[in-house]
């Protein structure tokens, strides 16, 4: 039986058909307007995939300068004071993290106003007469992580005043040290970074530590070209030799831990550590001579 294929094709209201010579139907194409076609939303089934189109990925925040302290006056004022700048700066430091951008020039002094616990205990204590309202605010905005490590910091969570901190910068340059690798440990929120000379900063490479992670990650926001580790300082993975200048007020207690990276220091002094780690971390350059 043959198939005459120049008669037996047929196009009817856009169906293509093509029958055999006795009429019998052989194939058929159904021509659709896709332009015209109304789309049906797609049917997922829990072991199927489908891909419309490419993800949405999250936009790396604009980078932005390190911040310079400018307010001599810093970390002045009573402990309702200090407390209320606190809690401006953790505010700012959430919603900075929740938009993932980093701080404007304004957010950045806000955030700088940050001193810690160390003259704040009572923020900590729900007995404490006339701060029942600070005390359930505080509790209220940090996660309990956050405010665990924020209440055991009260014994030793003073920052240096930028008084101080420019006198040791001038202590340096008059050493004769213009720049090179700078280790803040236990940094706080970085105001050795914030207080240091132009022109030092620029010909240096800034490196932290600060093992609070409230006061770390407002360090890292206020000086986003630094590099700044967010762990106790004895678990650093620093080599020997690695720093020029190991500069900051470090705190002291009576604190008995194992350092991890195997330098020898009196093992009940919390202050040793930093000392005893500080001297093997130096290089070797003309500065150390005059130390």
């Known amino acids: 039986m043959e198939w005459d294929k120049s008669k037996n ?19 058929s194409f159904h021509i659709v307007d896709g332009s015209k076609r109304e789309k049906e939303p797609a049917k997922i089934s829990s072991n199927d995939t489908i891909i419309n189109s490419i993800p949405e990925t999250t936009p790396e925040p604009t980078k932005s300068d390190n911040f310079t302290i400018t307010d001599s006056t810093l970390g002045k004022g009573g402990a309702k004071t200090k407390f209320r700048a606190n809690i401006d700066a953790i505010k700012t430091l959430k919603t900075l ?45 940090l996660n309990p992580q956050e405010y665990a490590q924020a209440r055991a910091s009260v014994n030793d969570a003073f920052y240096t005043s930028p008084t101080v901190i420019e006198g040791i910068f001038q202590a340096l340059e008059q050493f004769g040290f213009e720049g090179g690798r700078v280790l803040e440990p236990a940094m706080g929120v970085g105001n050795f970074f914030g207080c240091m000379p132009k022109e030092m900063q620029d010909n240096s490479q800034l490196y932290g530590v600060e093992i609070d992670s409230i006061s770390g990650r407002i360090a890292q926001a206020l000086y986003p070209d630094a590099d700044i580790a967010i ?41 040793s550590t930093f000392c005893g780690s500080r001297m093997f971390l130096f290089s070797v350059s003309p500065l150390s001579r005059n130390l």
Not at 19 to 24: F, K, M, S
């Open 9 to 27: 094709w047929s196009f009817d209201g856009g169906e293509f058909t093509s029958t055999l010579d006795n009429g019998e139907l052989l194939m």
């Open 97 to 141: 993290e929740k938009e993932n951008r980093h701080a404007t020039a304004d957010e950045k002094e806000t955030l700088s106003k940050y001193v810690g616990w160390g003259a704040i205990p009572q923020a900590f204590d729900k007995s404490a007469d006339k701060w029942s309202a600070e005390y359930a605010e505080l509790k209220d905005l």
């Open 231 to 271: 762990s106790g300082f004895e678990k650093n993975s620093f080599q020997n030799g690695c720093f020029d200048v190991a500069v900051g007020n470090v705190p002291f207690g009576e604190l008995g831990f194992k350092e991890e990276n195997h330098i020898k220091v009196h093992p009940n002094n919390f202050y």
